[in-house]
């Protein structure tokens, strides 16, 4: 089946510092989803983003499906942005399940 | 905005019990799915449903069942509960079967004794 990789593992950040993580996965797919997951246990959506760049505030990622990954953004990190941050995708012929990555895991120091 | 509802969001149940996690939906979502997520093994899959009577297993559905009986509504039953179903669960929504953009509901720590 299909891999879904993501680097770093764990991450640790001074206040106001920049940060990208990546996603990389092993074969086409569908859609693919940045989530974030609070310190509460909820996943909140990022992006929903199959190809291409958006922005969300200092928040941003690019996905280029024809290399098989995706890139998460953050700049002017906040430590309201610690957490673990994970990537799914979408494989086709799948039925619309996402397969997870094993999420990078980010800590922000004031 | 989409909003996906988890009946509890801590349990504590002894080994043996019988077990309801509900989970609603108000955004009119054909699709439903219940994952589980443990250290180390990352989020898994389940069961899941495209439509109302209609379930399909997942990845681990082994002691799991489900009932979606009205759309907005996706149970998930853990007949007998054991030790090893301690975990995290979290309840997802998506509106399109193949391209769907996932929501997650808030997501119900179970502990069994």
């Known amino acids: 089946g299909i891999q879904v990789e993501q680097s770093p593992p764990d991450l640790i950040l001074q206040e106001g510092a920049n940060s990208t993580l990546r996603c990389n996965f092993s074969?086409?797919?569908?859609?693919l989803q940045w989530f974030h997951q609070n310190p509460w246990g909820q996943l909140i959506n990022l992006f929903y983003i199959p190809s291409g760049t958006k922005q969300n505030g200092r928040l941003s990622a690019t996905t280029v499906a024809t290399e098989r990954y995706s890139l998460l953004y953050i700049s002017s990190s906040q430590t309201t942005d610690s957490g673990v941050y994970f990537c799914a995708v979408d494989v086709y012929n799948q039925g619309g399940k996402l397969i997870f990555g094993q999420g990078t895991e980010l800590s922000v120091k004031p | 905005d989409v909003k996906v509802t988890q009946s509890s969001r801590y349990l504590v149940k002894r080994t043996g019990e019988k077990v309801f996690l509900e989970c609603v939906q108000d955004m009119d979502h054909e699709n439903m799915f219940w994952y589980r997520q443990d250290p180390g093994l990352g989020l898994r899959l389940i069961y899941f449903s495209y439509d109302v009577k209609m379930k399909e297993k997942g990845d681990i559905p082994e002691g799991y069942s489900v009932s979606r009986e009205k759309k907005e509504r996706f149970s998930l039953i853990l007949e007998s509960a054991s030790t090893n179903q301690t975990s995290m669960y979290l309840c997802?929504?998506?509106?399109?079967?193949?391209?769907?953009?996932?929501?997650f509901g808030e997501g119900s720590r179970l502990t069994v004794l």
């Open positions: 074969d086409s797919v569908n859609n």
């Open positions: 997802a929504s998506s509106p399109i079967r193949n391209t769907g953009e996932l929501f």
